[in-house]
DNA sequence: GCTGCTCTATTTGTATACAAAATTTAACGT
DNA sequence: ACGTTAAATTTTGTATACAAATAGAGCAGC
């Protein structure tokens, strides 16, 4: 059986990124506690967890709330994925296997059908944003480097709190999927360059995307 | 009067990073409490914090160790160093006051000056090596970008513990000393590339000086 | 001598109790 | 009516107590 603190770390996060009670919604102790009819120490444990990882603010003797988010936060976020995944399509080019190239080429396509079926947004949507993770967390697993893929990682969260994926316009999908397409051609290539440049240009596409202008000075 | 956990963690980490008790050493929370004279709570409260920055492994029902790290993983750290230090410099160059410049200019002078004198490397080093600090320090924070600054602190923990500075032949140094005038020029110059890039190489050599060859395949 | 087992002792995980701090509420004076 | 101060309540921080899990010592069997 797993510990209390762990069960509660994954409800509390899965609730944050679900986005049920956002809005630096005020998280306290006891009432957690009672609500899941344990004691306050795990709770407390989660919490502190959480704290760590940036999905809840925590005060001293003022307690913990969700962690809330502006535009200069994502801005910031996009900006290091870029140069992070960027890295990590670097690293991973020249080790990817066959197989894994396969793996990908078959997620490209898997996002392509999807977008062309005349699904309604609401189920379509989440099923490309589950397959865009997979696309990207498996070159980072790719680059065979646990640090850089927990940076990312850490990274994330954000972005997926804010549903960023709901904005895309239809022509931005597509660019993004043949982004994609392109990136996985690079790397079966074995041109690191050429992988690496296009995942920089993909991120900070999904950044325009979703921030309107590039850069306001 | 500050929390008592936050007093425990800074003296463990203080401690670990000293190398007061590495060797993966077991870090019993009872002991810690007993030989601090409080309870076991803040000392677990702090013990998870440390794990949440890589400073400890805690594995369940076994408790915590102090981190080991070999030297696949500097080399992982450099090279995220090497991009996020860099991606600072771009950041940073186009913000830069003339103020900013002259700090910078003024760590430099101090560090060749240091460099020069004749004093044994016990006292030198160590002097050096803070001025490198704050440095990059420097740099990272006119960034302006606070979570890029944080990616980097947690990676920095590791060489720290390490003591790597201590390696270095003197010729590196010279080398050394000469990139940061040099990444200086370029932001007083306003070429974020070279100031970048030079920053890039700057942070691959100190690796390749502390790890022997650039990448043995 | 070595391997595997049981039982004990240590150590972690959780619950509860109490103290300190902060927030809210209420009373009071102007 | 307003602001200020002082209780009262809530909530966090720490200590202690107990349960569950792990590690280690000692011993049986080969």
Same mark, same amino acid.
């Given at each position: 059986m797993a510990k209390i603190a762990t069960t509660v770390y994954e409800q509390i996060r899965t609730a944050i990124l679900n986005g049920e009670l956002s809005n630096s919604e005020r998280l306290v102790e006891e009432d957690l506690a009672v609500s899941m009819g344990i004691s306050r120490t795990p709770v407390r444990e989660a919490l502190r967890r959480l704290a760590a990882e940036g999905l809840v603010d925590v005060s001293p003797n003022r307690g913990a709330r969700v962690a809330e988010w502006d535009v200069h936060d994502l801005r910031e976020i996009f900006d290091l994925r870029s140069i992070l995944e960027s890295h990590a399509c670097e690293l991973a080019t020249p080790r990817a296997s066959a197989a894994e190239i396969e793996f990908l080429e078959n997620i490209c396509t898997e996002m392509e059908e999807l977008a062309e079926t005349d699904l309604s947004s609401e189920t379509r949507l989440p099923a490309l944003a589950a397959r865009n993770r997979i696309f990207h967390g498996k070159i980072i697993e790719m680059s065979n480097s646990t640090r850089l893929g927990l940076l990312i990682e850490t990274l994330i969260h954000v972005p997926i709190v804010m549903q960023t994926y709901k904005v895309y316009s239809p022509e931005a999908l597509q660019?993004? /999927?043949h982004h994609h397409? =392109?990136?996985v051609n690079a790397m079966k290539a074995g041109d690191e360059v050429w992988a690496s440049s296009v995942m920089r240009?993909?991120?900070l596409a999904a950044r325009e =995307?979703? /921030?309107?202008? &590039?850069? &306001?000075a």
């Open positions: 660019r993004s /999927l397409r =392109e990136i240009a993909h991120v =995307e979703i /921030l309107g202008q &590039p850069d &306001p």
